[in-house]
Every structure is written in structure tokens, then in C-alpha cells.
T-cell receptor
Framework: GEKVEQHESTLSVREGDSAVINCTYT??????FPWYKQEAGKSLHFVID?????DRKQSQRLIVLLDKKAKRFSLHITATQPEDSAIYFC?????????????FGKGTHLHVLP | NAGVIQTPRHKVTGKGQEATLWCEPI?????VFWYRQTIVQGLEFLTY????????DSGMPKERFSAQMPNQSHSTLKIQSTQPQDSAVYLC????????????FGPGTRLTVL
């Protein structure tokens, strides 16, 4: 079936460094790629997304890159801060049967070390 | 805007009892999603409604689990004859139009089956 693979299950970086989380997807027709953040003890919330008509999007310290040829997308967090520590989920939206379905990756636990 | 509301926040049931979980989506959102999250399995998709109609229930265990959306202001997930392996956090999310837009997650219902 259609899959989204999130390559790093855990990632540790020093405060101030950049963090990169990589995801791949299987369906070439996927057109929407959101990212969600889950802080300890809380629910998920949306942080940034990218659509297939662009290959880069930035929102403050967050950058998303999309390589449609390689079916790969990544989240770059620059100048990391302790509050960036959380689980990050990538997702891809693909058309299945009769509707767009969002497939989530397994999540990456980001630790920002002081 | 109160966001997505889920009740109860915590529920403890005995093995074999029934559990009903409630979700109130954000007003104006036409899509409602249910997910289950555990440490072992991560985030699992259960089912998806759009304009109250069931669109995709491919993630729902075929026995004991059912979901409904009787009106645009609430959805329910019912688990009959609960088992310890049903213990999880059940998340409800809503979005403006479905799989091509960001999802807003509720705080979740933590179900514990003794």
C-alpha cells in the first residue's frame, strides 16, 4: 500500500544547530505534504506544509524542501531552540479510491540539547 | 474558536465493556478524522468523514469498532467489548475540506482498558 517513511526515529542536535528530518513517499500523485509537531503530553499541531507545485517553502526558522523526482521531502529547523524538542510527523496526501487520504510517517523524536 | 473538542479526556473501562468517545469538530470544517496513537504502533489512521458521510474506514478494526457522524457538529467512535489492546490515545482531527488541507487535532481521549 501507499507509505510514508520517516527515516530518523530519533534525532539529537545542539541548541543553535540545524535539524533535518527526512521523509519519503511512494505515490507519485501525492500533492500535499504537511508537517505536525507533538510536544510532550500534548496533541499534534500543524507547523508547515508544502504543495507539489513548489519545491521550497519557509516559515521563520522552518524550511520544507520537496524533491518530487526522488519522492522525498524534508523539514529543516534552523537555529534550534529547546522548545523545538518534540516529535515531528511528516505526512503525504494521496488520492485513494474516492478521496484524498493523509498518510503519516512514524514520527521523529527531536531532542535539542543545551 | 475553541478548537476540536474531545470528551471525555480520560476513560477507564473494564475488559468487555463498551466505550464511546466524542468529538466536536471546528465549526465550518467539513472533514473529520479519527486516529489512534500508542507507543508501539505510533499514529494509526482509523476513519474519515466528509460532510458527515463516511469516506474511508480502512483503518478501523472490523469487529467491535464503529464510528458515526450524525450531524456536522459531532462524531462518535464506539468500541464494543473493549480489550486491553484497545488502550491508547484516540485523536480526532478536523479540516476545512479534507485531505488537502491542514488538520486541527483535538487533545485526545486516553482510553485505558483494565
Amino acid at each position: 500500500g501507499e507509505k510514508v517513511e520517516q527515516h530518523e526515529s530519533t534525532l539529537s542536535v545542539r541548541e543553535g544547530d540545524s535539524a533535518v528530518i527526512n521523509c519519503t513517499y511512494t505515490d507519485t500523485a501525492s500533492s500535499y505534504f504537511p508537517w505536525y509537531k507533538q510536544e510532550a503530553g500534548k496533541s499534534l499541531h500543524f507547523v508547515i506544509d508544502i504543495r507539489s507545485n513548489v519545491d521550497r517553502k519557509q516559515s521563520q526558522r522552518l524550511i520544507v524542501l520537496l524533491d518530487k523526482k526522488a519522492k522525498r521531502f524534508s523539514l529543516h529547523i534552523t537555529a534550534t531552540q529547546p522548545e523545538d524538542s518534540a516529535i515531528y510527523f511528516c505526512a503525504a496526501s494521496m488520492f485513494l479510491t474516492n478521496a484524498y487520504k493523509v498518510i503519516f510517517g512514524k514520527g521523529t523524536h527531536l531532542h535539542v540539547l543545551p | 474558536n475553541a478548537g476540536v473538542i474531545q470528551t471525555p479526556r480520560h476513560k477507564v473501562t473494564g475488559k468487555g465493556q463498551e466505550a464511546t468517545l466524542w468529538c466536536e469538530p471546528i465549526s465550518g470544517h467539513s472533514a473529520v478524522f479519527w486516529y489512534r496513537q500508542t507507543i508501539v504502533q505510533g499514529l494509526e489512521f482509523l476513519t474519515y468523514f466528509r460532510n458527515q458521510a463516511p469516506i474511508d474506514d480502512s483503518g478501523m478494526p472490523k469487529e467491535r469498532f464503529s464510528a458515526q457522524m450524525p450531524n456536522q457538529s459531532h462524531s462518535t467512535l464506539k468500541i464494543q467489548s473493549t480489550q486491553p489492546q484497545d488502550s491508547a490515545v484516540y485523536l480526532c482531527a478536523s479540516s476545512f475540506l479534507g485531505g488537502l488541507y491542514e488538520q486541527y487535532f483535538g487533545p485526545g481521549t486516553r482510553l485505558t482498558v483494565l
